[in-house]
Every structure is written in C-alpha cells, then in structure tokens.
C-alpha cells in the first residue's frame, strides 16, 4: 500500500502574504490542496469575482496546477470556480488568482479573508503533437457528443433535433 502522505512532486511556493496559510490537504490522500482567500470579496447573485489567494507558485516543467471548486462552497452557498478548472501552467510565476461566481438567484455571498475558496490539484500533463489528417476512422460513438447516449429523463430525445448546419439543434 502506497503512503498517502508521501509527495511525488516538489512545488516551489512564495508567501506574497505572510499571514495566510499555506495550501494544504485537509485529509490524507486528498488530491485538492485547499486555496484560501486573500481578500474580502462579496458576490451578489449572477456576480463573479477575481479573488487573490496569496501566494505564487511555480509548478515544474511536465506538470500542471488545477483549480477546483470547492463542492461545500457550491452545494451549501451556490459559489464556484468560473473557469472550472482554472490552469496554473509551468512558466506561470503570477499569483494564484481564482475567479468566483456566485449561482444562486437570490443571496449574496461575504468571502472572507481566510476562507477555503478553491482546491489546487497538481498533475502530471501530456504534450502532443497535432498532425493534419483526411480520416480520423471509425469508432462506435462516432461524432456523437453533447448527451447524444442519454441518461437523463429531461433530455430531449434525438427525435425532437433537427440538423441545421451541421449541427443538432432543438426546434
């Protein structure tokens, strides 16, 4: 059995605010490393907002920096990650910044300074290579996409689409 404490990968940290806490995983063998806010944001309903965390990082060449959301926040508040996940690349030296938006229709939503707001996963990435071909095969799925194999009573089934440009679209 593996270590759920051990640590694969070293992430060079800077504390651009020496108050705050560093990004830590709140139970053994979580992938999220808890991002705090910075900053006192609020979130009228529909409103987003660029919240600063507090520390830069720099991820290593052949990995990448994921921020989550925080399924509490989401579940409990109606606040999330906007650009879910947002990517931290390697030559990135900025400050970690994660941008909120708050869904729910009717409260607003007080961020406090110190508050856990998103999760930073680290990855290991794959670059490829693109190559320009005429046949890209067979498969079984096709170009189905976008819930075309179902899986939920309130989708549409593929009758009530009609093609127009190219693309399925409902009447």
Do not use: C, W
């Not at 806490?21 to 900053?39: I, K, S, T």
């Not at 998103?118 to 990435?125: D, E, K, N, P, T």
């Not at 799925?141 to 689409?161: E, V």
Request: hydrophobic share 40%; proline share 8%.
């Amino acid at each position: 059995m593996t270590d759920p404490t051990a640590t694969d990968v070293v992430i060079p940290i800077r504390r651009l605010d020496p108050d705050l806490p560093l990004p830590a995983y709140a139970h053994p063998g979580d992938a999220g490393a808890d991002l705090v806010a910075a900053e006192d944001a609020e979130l009228a309903p529909g409103h987003r907002a660029k919240v600063r965390t507090g520390i830069a990082v720099a991820i290593p060449d052949g990995y990448v920096g994921l921020v989550h959301p925080r399924s509490g926040l989401a579940a409990r508040l109606g606040v999330t990650v906007l650009n879910a996940p947002g990517t931290v690349d390697a030559g990135y030296r900025g400050e970690i910044l994660v941008i909120l938006v708050n869904h729910d229709p009717v409260n607003t939503v007080k961020i406090s300074r110190g508050d856990r707001i998103a999760q930073l996963v680290v990855q290991r990435v794959e670059r490829a290579s693109f190559h320009v071909v005429d046949d890209l095969g067979d498969t079984a799925r096709g170009a189905g996409g976008h819930g075309s194999t179902g899986g939920h009573s309130a989708l549409p089934t593929q009758q009530q689409f009609r093609t127009e440009g190219g693309y399925d679209v409902l009447p």
